[in-house]
């Protein structure tokens, strides 16, 4: 779902970026000074392996694939402000050293893809009910997702009115088709971060047991 | 700040796991596009030229495309580390 150069119209990715810097400035200066250096080592390591796992395209059928995002399972795992940071550096990364998502659609990027799948994936697992919390791990990382390429289709859709067809894509296409794969995409997304977050809290539960940071707390995670 | 040496096992583990599903990836995916690219073939929309000429790509083959994968590891790492030095705080001083 990384968005290319030249997809989106000027004004679109401009309001992208607008929104990117708020919530990035919002989330650094709540993060700032209350990220304990010991939680470091364990985000660098769920970052690099998202960018890895982002790599590994998995077949949804019809000849298309799709990757993980891994925006919901760094919110779950750290919170959401440190996923943020997370999936940001992804995108950054992605983007600056391997031409994947456009520069100019960056900000698009982190919103469709770190802001919607660290916010409102972490809002979904924190409001399901802690007995409920393996549902809840399921459905907000397939709403992650779900959301993500709605706002995508969105840009998409808005982008072909503004211009009159010359950037964008039509809404007739845009919308079932984007909001079909990804509501395969992520079911592939709920099962690898269902999986990854039950294996570390049976293997590591130290490692993920660390502090919360400020308000924006991450539950502990606890999968009998 | 210091490394927890047991998380050289989880980077060990990632890069085997990785290793081992990059076969899987270019036996059953690597020819087919995403769900983005997917929708922006069936309206007949072709990608744009980059505005930024990225230094590497991720590979058309399972040697480069593991090392990409190595090389991207090592960035995001890196690059979250130094990131959280700057946001983080010195453990002795926090109360949790």
């Known amino acids: 779902m990384h968005v290319p150069d030249g997809l989106m119209h000027p004004l679109i990715s401009l309001v992208g970026w607008i929104i990117a810097i708020v919530v990035i400035a919002l989330s650094v200066h709540f993060l700032n000074k209350k990220l304990p250096y010991r939680t470091l080592p364990l985000m660098a390591v769920i970052g690099g392996g998202i960018f890895v796992a982002q790599m590994l395209n998995f077949p949804i059928g019809g000849g298309t694939t799709g990757h993980l995002v891994g925006a919901t399972l760094a919110a779950i795992l750290l919170g959401p402000l440190a996923g943020m940071v997370i999936i940001v550096t992804i995108l950054i990364i992605q983007a600056l050293l391997f031409g994947d998502g456009g520069v100019t659609a960056l900000g698009l990027n982190v919103l469709n893809m770190a802001i919607i799948g660290c916010f409102l994936g972490w809002a979904v697992y924190r409001a399901v009910p802690g007995k409920y919390q393996k549902f809840g791990i399921l459905l907000a990382s397939w709403l992650a997702v779900f959301i993500g390429s709605l706002a995508c289709a969105a840009e998409l859709a808005g982008s072909f009115v503004m211009s009159g067809g010359a950037y964008g894509i039509t809404g007739l296409v845009a919308f079932p088709s984007m909001l079909i794969y990804h509501s395969l995409i992520g079911i592939g997304e709920a099962v690898i971060t269902f999986g990854v977050v039950s294996y570390i809290s049976k293997v590591s539960p130290d490692l993920i047991h660390t502090p919360a940071v400020g308000l924006w707390t991450r539950r502990k995670v606890v999968l009998e | ?96």
Do not use: Q, W
């Open chain 2, 1 to 96: 700040m210091k490394f927890d040496k047991r998380l050289f096992v989880p980077i060990l583990a990632i890069m085997a796991i990785f290793a081992v599903c990059l076969v899987f990836f270019f036996i059953f995916s690597a020819p087919y596009g995403d769900g983005l690219e997917k929708t922006m073939e069936t309206a007949g929309v072709e990608e744009g030229e980059p505005v930024f000429e990225a230094p590497l790509s991720y590979g058309e083959d399972y040697p480069t495309a593991f090392a990409m994968g190595l090389i991207g590891f090592l960035a995001v790492f890196g690059l979250v580390l130094l990131l959280g030095r700057i946001l983080g705080r010195k453990d002795e001083t926090h109360n949790d």
